[in-house]
Each structure stands twice: as C-alpha cells, then as structure tokens.
C-alpha cells in the first residue's frame, strides 16, 4: 500500500492514532498536502459516507472516521503556505430553528461537510430567522442549513424561508432543510426551500448538486 | 410516591413498588410516515390499530401525539382521543409541543390524563403548568430549559427542582410530576448513557417521583437497537425509571422489561413473563 492509500485506509477505519504519523511520511516522501486532503482524505469520507448509508457502518464509526480526518488535517495546515488556504468547495450555515434546540443531526451533517470539503459555520440550536439571514449575509455562505426535530418548527422554518427571499440575499444564498419533523413536500413545494435532505449523507449530495459540484 | 392517572373505568398506578408502567410511544407521526399520511388524510383507523396493537403488547398507557406538519393539531388531537376511547380504556398520555393541543385534549379528556410535556423553559413553565394545574391531570416535565439539554447531572438536577418548585406553586402535587431526565444517544457521546442513569438516581434521591424516560434516543445510530434500549431500560430501572415511554410491541423491549419486573419481585410466579413469552411463542403450545 503506498503511503497515501495507508492514510485513506486509515480515515475510513478511524485509526486517529495512526493518522498523523502517516501523513507525516507521506509529507515527509513529498506528497502534495491539497493533493492528501482532496485525493485521499475526501475520498475516504466519500467511502464512509456510502458505507453509512448502506447500513455497514454506523453513526460513531462516521464521526470517528472525520475526527481522523481533522486529525490529519491539523498535521498537514501549517505546511500549506501563507495566503494559499486549504482549497474549500463552498460555504455553509447551519443551525437548527427557533424553538429546538435538538443538535445532534444538525452536528452530524455538518461534520460531514466539513470533511467533504465544506467551510461550515454552526451558528447553533434556536437560531431566529434574523439571525440566519444576519449570518449568512456576513458569512457569504453558498448555503444555508436549517435543522428541525419537531413539529412545532413548521412555522419557524417558513418564516426563515420568507425572510431569506425578501433580504437582498433571495436566489444568491441555497436554502436546504432536514431533520425528523421536515418532509420534502412542506419544505420544497410548499415553504419554497431549494433542497431537502434524508440525513447527512444526502445533505452533502444536495448541497454539491445545488451548488453544481462533481460528486 | 404514586401517580396514579386513569381513563373514565381503569386506574393505572405507577411507582417504584409496582411493575413497570409502559407508556407506548407509536402513536406519534414523527419519522412514521406511514402514520403521517393517514392523519393527514383524516383517516384514524391506523391510529385505532396501532393503539390496540400496543395494548395487546403490555403497554398499560398510550401517548399521543398527532403533530403533522401544516395540520390543525388541536383538532385532530380531540379525534385522536375519541377515536381511542372507542376501542380502549387504557388512560392516555397526552403529547404535544404546543400547549393548546395540550388544553384542546384536556378538555375532551374523560379521567385523570398525563400530560407530555413541560420542562424548564420560562414559556413551557408559563403555558404548560397551568393547564396541568386547571384540568388536574399529571404531567411529563423533561430536564432541559432555556439554555438547551444539560449532559451533566447538576443542570438536569437544578431543573427539576426549578419546575418542581413552580408546580408546587399552582397546586399540583408532587405525586402528579414525573421526571424525564433525558437520555442522549450514545452513538454521539459514548458517557451519555452513565449520565441518565446518575441524573435518574440522583432525582430518586433526592426528589424520589416517578420518572419516565424516552429509551428510543439511547440507541439513535447503532446497530441492534432493541437490544441497546432494553440494556439501558433494564439498568435505567435499577435507578429510579418506572414509567418508560417505548414501544412495547417490540419483544426485545418488552421482555427486558417483563424480566426486570421478575428480577425485583414483582411477577408473581413469573406469571406475567410466561404469558407473554407464550403470547410470542404460540407454536410451543
């Protein structure tokens, strides 16, 4: 196995302790360090994700497989140079409604994005419609992820909606919903959300087809 | 302490002297599609199967929720309650996170109801107790307020007083509060089943109700999670759980729970665990 084929076999097995002595040597053989992160460690978190969602792994092997990642993530950004950042695919505000403050969803999907090459803000649980639109204008997010667990979060999700399409951020910012209260019909056809995800493997899949990236 | 909650011809008693109390969770829409249609679509019928189906299975109260997205949930909770009168007498544990659902279901109510939920949230304190305080009924009140769901066992505790104290206030009876300390999925923090199992002795301890707990969280993204909830219930009992809201029409669960009760001495000659384990086993007859 080369040195970068150990490192992704490493991300999808969660071996966080081995991880940052493989992307060492890997460095160290003068592998590319956008090259380890984009070639090898997404990919290993594209494997975890498929695997997930064919009911092979479940949810702690996820996250330990992207706590592997960030590990390895830390070895390699101080060696990426000054002005030359870790190349992110888009940017992503999520938080889950006003009136939940249910978090582990909503965690999941964004430590996944995060490791699929995502800049994620996580502005929390009981966020205002307000306070969306507020963050995702500061942020300049690509997206915006809007969690809800209970079914009392109907409301609180339209009006976020509406907020978005009557700020000057309307068609600029994609509005994505889930959670175990959120159907696709209320969230899409009638709110007039642009995506709806399952869980955090479909999130990542919307969220790239909406913003047009390759699978 | 006992609660004792009741429809308008059974009394159920729940306390740590008696068998564990199932209160059966599948009447709730939320992540039930199927369920969800048929509400939508006005149809009670699934609601009336599935509330017989878990009384067929132990649960000695049902909890109803009807929240569907866009409905009028108020309405539909009165339907709700009167369609599984008709077919059972089992009192009900009436549950939304709106409080005039809770009032709307109340008020059709025949018997001393449970009511699900308030907890430590000023608006919930605000809504919710006084309506548990008009109608008289019982009440679910979880561990968490304004400030989120505590992990540590101090918070959940502080809560509980606080909602203790303001209960206390409007008249309702300590014996009429049972605590829901809140378990958080283990797939997520692997401390959090050790934390629900301190916070629900440490409650016995010190405020010595009757406390609930909704076992399904626990399981939440790992495999065999029958097994996992029934483990968790089983030692959740040995700490002060005596009225778990799970689905009793799952056997795993259901026996777990039938073997504690035998284990604490409360099946007498194993009765209760026979019967049920015959009930699942029909062709060894």
């Not at chain 1, 009392?152 to 509005?175: C, M, Q, R, W, Y």
Request: net charge negative; glycine share 8%.
């Amino acid at each position: 196995m080369s040195d970068l084929e150990a490192i992704k076999q490493a991300v999808i097995k969660g071996k966080r302790k081995d991880i940052a002595g493989l992307v060492q040597v890997a460095i160290d053989a003068g592998a590319d360090p956008q090259e380890i992160i984009n070639g090898y460690m997404i990919e290993a978190m594209k494997e975890v994700g498929a695997r997930f969602e064919a009911k092979k792994i479940f949810v702690p092997e996820m996250m330990i497989a992207a706590r592997t990642m960030q590990s390895g993530v830390d070895v390699i950004k101080p060696l990426i140079a000054a002005g030359d950042e870790i190349k992110k695919i888009g940017t992503v505000v999520m938080g889950t409604v006003f009136g939940d403050l249910h978090d582990i969803g909503k965690n999941l999907v964004v430590l996944l994005l995060e490791s699929s090459g995502f800049e994620v803000i996580n502005i929390g649980e009981n966020v205002t419609s307000e306070d969306f639109v507020e963050k995702a204008r500061e942020l300049k997010a690509d997206v915006v992820g809007m969690s809800s667990l209970l079914t009392t979060g109907d409301p609180h999700l339209k009006s976020t909606i509406e907020a978005f399409k009557k700020s000057d951020l309307n068609g600029k910012v994609k509005l994505v919903c889930g959670g175990a209260a959120v159907t696709k019909k209320f969230a899409v056809d009638e709110c007039g959300a642009d995506g709806y995800a399952t869980d955090a493997v479909d999130a990542v899949r919307v969220m790239k087809q909406l913003l047009e990236i390759a699978a | 302490m006992e609660t004792k909650i009741s429809s308008l011809t059974k009394e159920v008693i729940i306390g740590p002297d008696h068998p564990v109390v199932i209160i059966g969770e599948r009447i709730n829409p939320t992540g039930r599609k199927k369920l969800a249609r048929s509400l939508e679509q006005g149809d009670l019928s699934l609601l009336q199967q599935e509330a017989l189906r878990q009384v067929a299975a132990g649960a000695q109260v049902l909890d109803v929720n009807v929240g569907i997205s866009g409905g009028d949930e108020s309405a539909l909770m009165i339907q709700a309650i009167k369609a599984i009168s008709d077919v059972t007498d089992v009192p009900l544990c009436i549950d939304s996170a709106k409080p005039e659902v809770l009032a709307a279901g109340l008020s059709v109510y025949k018997g001393k109801a449970l009511v699900n939920s308030a907890n430590g949230e000023e608006s919930k304190i605000k809504e919710v107790l006084p309506i548990v305080a008009r109608y008289k009924a019982a009440v679910v009140c979880l561990t968490m307020d304004d400030k989120g769901i505590p992990s540590d066992v101090p918070t959940r505790m502080k809560i509980g007083d606080t909602i203790v104290n303001e209960a206390t206030k409007l008249g309702i009876p300590l014996e009429d509060i049972i605590i829901d300390p809140l378990a958080m999925s283990v797939s997520a923090d692997d401390r959090a089943g050790l934390s629900a199992l301190k916070a629900l002795a440490e409650i016995k301890k010190n405020l010595g109700v009757n406390q609930t707990i909704g076992a399904s969280n626990v399981s939440f993204g790992l495999p065999d999670r029958a097994f996992v909830n029934g483990v968790f219930l089983a030692m959740a009992i040995m700490k002060g759980l005596t009225c778990p809201i799970t689905d009793p029409t799952n056997w795993t669960i259901r026996e777990t729970l039938l073997l504690t009760d035998l284990m604490l001495g409360k099946d007498e000659f194993s009765m209760n665990f026979i019967s049920g384990y015959r009930d699942q086993h029909p062709e060894e007859d």
